[in-house]
């Protein structure tokens, strides 16, 4: 038998809960009824190792006229084993009064950015969203919670909410779940339980063309717009009332004409009196995240991590240029430009092969070479190598045929300009030269070797830079579309985080899961 947990209702019932815990609770915000795909949101909350608030309250501000408040499931026993059974710490039932103590008219309301609510749900639903914020903003400041938990089934919820932590800048991480889905495909709702059994089977046709497109594209067709058509057909066919079938991009949810790498299919219908909503990541390849910055940022050990953490390969650009700049030294050939660069290149079939770590071992002319490009003669001319424009066609051209089925992590210079100018995460991680320079300083010392001043370290660190941005062929520059990461005072473990939130912005876990990667699933 599972134990229960406290039910808590008032606000003099939750402070002091909330104080017994010696720490921030993790916020699982629902409106009860809850259900399977509930279910999965506690326990990932619980996974966090944290005490798990549940919050149950049907917020009235996010429903219209004519909506379901009056007659939306409310079933608090169920809910209060089902909580308990998934994990959770306690239960929070809170009255209306204690939410909206001015009522619900009286409070600060949070208009979420009109580009995000422009498109799909947001015109159907007007005030819906703000309702939304307004109580998501009104669950953390009462319960304090520092981590919240919600579903990816409503992905433009996700993003307004996300937008309203940024913009208020809430010291609170959102921790994203993949949309759970019933046996027939129905992403679990509470609103399933209004479906009569005829229309359930009418409303199985939702998930079912929308998975038949993602498998479209899969199998490579490209039309956006005819993908919209072909839904909206399947749906009216099978009787359902469509409200939209819209094809836009998972970050800025505007819609899409021509299909990208990555692009979300979104569709909400009308099965009887019931409104749902469903969507499915549409993808040509999986994922690409693109890592640039300055030397002594901390890329490759921030990119190591984030393949592992996401379930990406982390395809090492620096140890292919380190590989080469082996290779040319091996066979004494001079470091510049020529026909026997050209040649060399040719010849020396570097290629990555898969370690089974999500790493990879490096072999160059039949050699694995993945330890033997680390020493220091490698490491004093593999810049200049690099900046030879021979070395960088052949590594570019490589590392993109490496690419062409994505999921990978790559980091370096112009990932993110001129190797994969279309990777759904850029970002350029940077830190100040006084950070590299202590960074820097205490490596040398951790390794026992001689420490130079903070000075000369400086000196060279702002040649590097300079170098690095001013020379010829592919210079060191951000992408337009990067994210900047200044990652001064943040330790590897925050920066990884960071960068894997960037990531589930943009990318559904669910696209995760039907790119084949177990770890997304859990
Ligand atoms: O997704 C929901 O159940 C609700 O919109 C939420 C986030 C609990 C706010 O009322």
């Keep these: 038998m599972v134990a229960s947990v406290p039910l808590l209702r ?17 916020l699982v915000p629902t409106m009860g009824a809850l259900h399977g795909a509930h279910g999965s949101l506690i326990a990932a909350a619980a996974a ?22 009056d007659r939306y499931p409310r079933s608090l026993d169920a809910d209060q084993a089902l909580a308990a059974a998934a994990g959770a710490s306690a239960l929070w039932a809170p009255s209306e009064a204690d939410l909206y103590p001015l009522g619900p008219a009286g409070h600060l309301q949070l208009v979420p950015p009109e580009p995000l609510v422009r498109h799909l749900c947001g015109p159907g639903r007007p005030g819906h969203f703000r309702g939304v914020a307004t109580v998501v903003s009104r669950l953390l400041a009462l319960s304090g919670a520092t981590t919240l938990v919600l579903g990816e089934k409503d992905w433009q919820q996700l993003q307004v909410v996300r937008a309203m932590l940024r913009d208020l800048g809430a010291p609170v991480r959102l921790l994203p779940c993949p949309t759970r889905r019933e046996a027939d495909g129905l992403p679990f709702s509470s609103r399933n339980t209004y479906l009569s059994a005829a229309e359930r089977q009418q409303a199985a046709a939702l998930p079912r063309a929308l998975a038949a497109a993602a498998a479209s594209v899969l199998a490579g067709r490209q039309d956006g717009q005819g993908l919209e058509r072909q839904v909206r057909l399947d749906l009216e066919q099978a009787g359902l009332q469509v409200e939209y079938v819209q094809l836009v991009d998972p970050l800025q949810l505007q819609p899409l004409v021509r299909l990208r790498s990555l692009a979300l299919l979104a569709a909400a219908v009308r099965c009887g009196t019931t409104r749902l909503i469903d969507h499915r990541p549409l993808m040509t390849r999986a994922p690409i995240v693109a890592i640039d910055g300055p030397a002594g940022a901390g890329k490759s050990t921030v990119t190591r991590a984030v393949a592992r953490q ?121 830190a100040s030269v006084p950070e590299r320079v202590r960074r820097r300083q205490a490596d040398l010392q951790q390794r026992g070797l001689p420490v130079p001043a903070a000075d000369q370290l400086a000196a060279e660190i702002q040649e590097r830079d300079a170098r690095d941005a001013g020379r010829a062929v592919a210079p060191l520059c951000r992408a337009e579309d990067a994210v900047e990461l200044v990652s001064d005072g943040l330790g590897i473990e925050a920066v990884v985080d960071r960068i894997v939130d960037l990531f589930r912005e943009r990318v559904p876990v669910e696209a995760m899961v039907s790119a084949g990667d177990p770890s997304a699933a859990g």
């Excluded at 062409?404 to 210079?413: M, Y």
């Design 10 to 26: 008032r606000m003099t019932e939750l402070e002091p809960w909330c104080r017994s815990l010696g720490e921030a609770p993790v």
């Design 48 to 69: 966090t190792g944290r005490p798990v608030l549940v919050s149950v309250f049907v917020n009235r501000l996010q429903f219209g006229a004519g909506e379901d408040f």
């Design 310 to 430: 996401l379930g990406l390969i982390h395809l090492d650009t620096g140890a292919m240029y380190r590989a080469v700049t082996w290779w040319l030294q091996r066979h004494g050939l001079p470091l510049q430009e020529g026909p026997d660069l050209e040649a060399a290149l040719e010849g020396c079939g570097l290629r990555l092969e898969p370690r089974g770590d999500r790493e990879q071992e490096v072999v160059i002319g039949g050699v694995t070479v993945t330890e033997a490009i680390r020493t220091a003669e490698v490491t004093a001319a593999v810049s200049t190598v690099a900046a030879l424009p021979a070395v960088r066609r052949y590594l570019t051209g490589l590392q993109r045929r490496y690419g062409e089925t994505g999921g990978v992590v790559a980091e370096g210079r112009d990932i993110g300009t001129a190797v994969f100018p279309d990777a759904e995460l850029k970002v350029f991680l940077t």
